[in-house]
């Protein structure tokens, strides 16, 4: 079966650090690009950081600044996002997706879709 997993979501105070992970089956990750995605409550989806497949270009959304980290390893089939000094308004559902080759930054290119894992940022 064809899918990407997020895991690594949960509650942290604000100031803390989460890393989330991308792990896909039923396919190789190392042709293609994954970008995260968030989507706040009552908010449209955003992109967060995107990585593309072989020279592993690193895209990131203005707003995140130097605070996260997009990595990959292809041995593990898995993608990373270090989140790091979180703030109240990082609280959302963060998605991986999936495109070949290199980061569109268009949600319609992407190929797969994980279900997305929660992250709360508050005291």
């Keep these: ?5 997020e895991s690594g979501g949960g509650l942290v105070q604000p100031g803390g650090s ?18 995260w995605f968030r989507q706040a409550p009552g908010k449209e989806r955003e992109a ?3 990585i593309s497949s072989s020279d592993a270009i690193t895209t990131y959304a203005d707003s995140m ?3 996260f980290f997009i990595s990959r ?8 996002l270090a989140m ?13 997706a999936a495109e070949r080759i290199s980061c569109s930054g268009s949600f319609d290119a992407m ?4 279900k997305g894992t929660p992250v709360t940022v508050s005291s």
Excluded: H, I
């Design 65 to 67: 600044g130097d605070r």
């Design 48 to 50: 967060v950081s995107c």
């Design 1 to 5: 079966q064809v899918q990407l997993v």
């Design 84 to 96: 790091n000094s979180l703030k109240p308004e990082d609280t959302a559902v963060y998605y991986c």
């Design 18 to 35: 989460l890393r989330l992970s991308c792990t896909a089956s039923g396919f190789s990750l190392d042709m293609y690009a994954v970008g």
């Design 73 to 80: 390893d292809n041995l593990k089939n898995t993608v990373y």
């Design 111 to 114: 190929d797969y879709w994980g």
